[in-house]
């Protein structure tokens, strides 16, 4: 079992007691394994005639680098089996819990899935491309405002993507909510616009991961904490205070714990045991 | 239990013998039941102190109108508790079946879900969108070759996508599938470019639900019946014969199986059992 940093405690507990397991995760800036480690380790494997699982947090073929390993394989194990299994992808994940629908008749026509940073040594390998390949030029060239914008990993980028949104014509003022640690008892969460979600999240000093949602339907979560906005006098909205945050996960709450989060702070010593690994999920050296 | 058309028996199978099944499917040009009587029954149940399971196919936020059900309920019954579960999306379900990963590095840096056609009675609720408020507009506006883009529900409007794709400079020769009933057993697929896929999709008479996938990603898939054109050399790409056509789900197939997919056709007889439901799942009057 090759697995990720995003897997939880959970879903480790279901391996089988006798597996290897050999953790493979990233840390932003910090590498434990680089991907082509990964690669050479999937195919060491597979040669050896192992039976793979490669644990991923999400959806691996969504931002999840799946498509580069299952390329890998391809190309250097040939005979092996591959069968990739989907999982729920943070958009899904942190949408669910939020009470956001990433479509919405009237509201949201399309939702796109972004990266706010280009991985280790990417480079477009086509030439077709008018724009760079930057994903956060990407992102505002496509921008409109009924489409619901999902940034993975954009917590670096938001003051550029923020800017830039802006610069092509998306209303200062679109509602905006940037979520650490989505779907775990940590979860953070801060609303504003998108003009002033950089500053809240420097001011709220949000760390990775933190997914980004930028549109309309974010209003319709019940955790919005203003007044909604998807109405025709959305243009000139004002939100006071120009951010807001809230900690802990709304999911399995009731109407008032919803209503509740609002104020509460949560208390930190909640979120330990998610974030810590059982003994047995050791990185065996290799 | 309100389930929809595209929930499976296997799921179905799991329902508890006692629970009261509602049938409020619907079918392109054929509505069982409109959104506003599902709306309707949803609050009446929860009114009536039942525990309601709101069963889809898919995931309920991503053209699910989940969010229209949620709208309703918190006007309508603000005290019911609601916790949405989140599903795999189709375009998640079929890009792990075929093999096509949503991004890549350096092939696909985003990926854009829409929908091929305006739910009944949609209209934009905002003033601020340039474009009309066309699915396909948006598409064509948001048009990039580094974005796959998956359509929903889009045999309908195909030929207009395909054609306003390339009049806005998308390589007429733009990889591009069709997937019928997508990860089932009676799933089909035609895979040919852009332009030509509207002609396949009418020669193979395709029906919904089928979803689209444009972009370079698609040729990464192990199914991908011509040469691998995600190069440099891709713009000057002929595909013969036009379009192919794969039948079966490659779920659970070796790599030899995946071969002779390209050139066999399944037993239709083998599709039957899927799609019909046992008795016990009948359409509870109300």
């Known amino acids: 079992v090759l ?3 995003l897997v939880s405690n959970e879903i480790l ?3 089988r007691e006798d597996a290897t397991m050999v953790y493979v995760g990233k840390r ?17 494997f ?3 005639g192992a039976t793979i699982l490669r644990l991923k947090g999400g959806d691996p073929l969504v931002f999840g680098r799946g498509g580069e390993e299952l390329d890998f394989l391809r190309d250097n194990n040939p005979n092996v089996q591959v069968e990739v299994v989907p999982g729920i992808t943070a958009a899904a994940g ?9 479509t919405h008749r009237g509201i ?3 939702v796109r899935l972004l990266t706010g940073h280009l991985r280790e040594g990417a480079t477009s390998t086509t030439n077709m491309a008018d724009a760079a390949s930057d994903p956060v030029d990407f992102a505002v060239t496509a921008a409109d405002v009924e489409t619901t914008l999902v940034v993975y990993m954009g917590l670096g980028t938001l003051p550029r993507l923020s800017q830039k949104l802006i610069e092509n014509g998306f209303p200062a003022n679109m509602p905006a909510v940037a979520i650490e640690r989505g779907t775990t008892t940590c979860e953070r969460r801060v609303f504003s616009s998108i003009e ?3 500053e809240a999240a420097a001011a709220c000093e949000l760390v990775s991961p933190t997914l980004l949602i930028v549109g309309l339907t974010v209003t319709l979560s019940p955790l919005w904490p203003y007044a909604a906005t998807h109405s025709e006098d959305f243009s000139s909205r004002v939100y006071e205070p120009k951010w807001i945050e809230q900690r802990g996960s709304p999911r399995g709450a009731d109407v008032d714990d919803w209503k509740i989060w609002l104020d509460v702070d949560m208390d930190e010593s909640r979120c330990s045991s998610r974030h810590t ?3 047995i999920h050791v990185d065996t050296a290799f």
């Open 3 to 5: 697995y990720d940093r």
């Open 46 to 48: 597979a040669s050896a």
């Open 13 to 15: 507990n279901m391996v």
């Open 94 to 102: 942190v949408g669910s819990e939020l009470g956001i629908p990433l």
């Open 196 to 198: 002033h979600l950089p």
């Open 277 to 279: 690994f059982r003994e």
């Open 108 to 110: 949201a026509t399309s």
């Open 28 to 44: 932003a800036g910090f590498h434990t394994r680089t991907q082509d480690e990964i690669h050479e380790l999937l195919s060491a």
